[in-house]
T-cell receptor, first 115, second 111 residues
């Protein structure tokens, strides 16, 4: 069975500090990977997606970057956090054959508070 | 850009009632429409999707899609307290690089 693990579960960070969030998918080779962001009370927005190792497409610009260093790992990062980065960050995967018309399997998310 | 509107914003119903949730989308080039369920502090979980005009039933869930009116609805039969969650409608649009989500409907089932 496939599992998705996100870390950390929660972060409290200062404005201007760096950030690194991660997720790992086990039990599925070459999945499509996604980062989503949900501001408190806001809509779930897709930030990045990756179809293969080393390739990441940006969907929404939020002064964040993403990387896929391994087939099963997806990293979200920034060098300088803004207050507007606060929210709930979700990693997701899909089977990788049907584009966006596929079931997304989400992780449990990381709650980020920027002070 | 695709816009997805959900109604109502929130809904409280007694256990056992039929629940109806609505979703309107803006782009007629939309492909699949998905419904996700999200419990507090958790990631969304896919419930059901539909591509063709008409309806699709899975267990207690039925989804109706009307492409002419750009509208899709989700119906939950015999609702249970464990169905209490936020329900998200998501639309996949041809040529788009993303799945577009609505803001969600907060559903509370009272025992």
């Amino acid at each position: 069975a496939q599992t998705i693990h996100q870390w950390p579960v929660a972060e409290i960070k200062a404005v201007g500090s760096p950030l690194s969030l991660g997720c790992t998918i086990k039990g599925k080779s070459s999945p499509n990977l996604y980062w989503y962001w949900q501001a408190t009370g806001g809509t779930l927005q897709q930030l990045f997606y990756s179809i293969t190792v080393g390739q990441v497409e940006s969907v929404v610009q939020l002064n964040l970057s993403a990387s896929r260093p391994k087939d099963d790992q997806f990293i979200l990062s920034t060098e300088k956090l803004l207050l507007s980065h606060s929210g709930f960050y979700l990693c997701a995967w899909s089977l990788g054959w049907g584009g966006f018309a596929e079931t997304l399997y989400f992780g449990s998310g990381t709650r980020l508070t920027v002070l | 850009q695709e816009k997805v509107q959900q109604s109502p914003e929130s809904l409280i119903v007694p256990e056992g009632a039929m629940v109806s949730l609505n979703c309107s989308f803006s782009d007629s080039a939309s492909q699949s429409i998905w419904w996700y369920q999200q419990h507090p502090g958790k990631g969304p979980k896919a419930l059901i999707s539909i591509f063709s005009n008409g309806n699709k039933k899975e267990g207690r869930l039925t989804v109706y899609l009307n492409r002419a009116s750009l509208h899709v609805s989700l119906h939950i039969k015999d609702s249970q307290p464990s169905d209490s969650a936020v329900y998200l409608c998501a639309v996949d649009t041809e040529g788009a690089d993303r799945l577009t989500f609505g803001k969600g409907t907060q559903l509370i089932i009272q025992p």
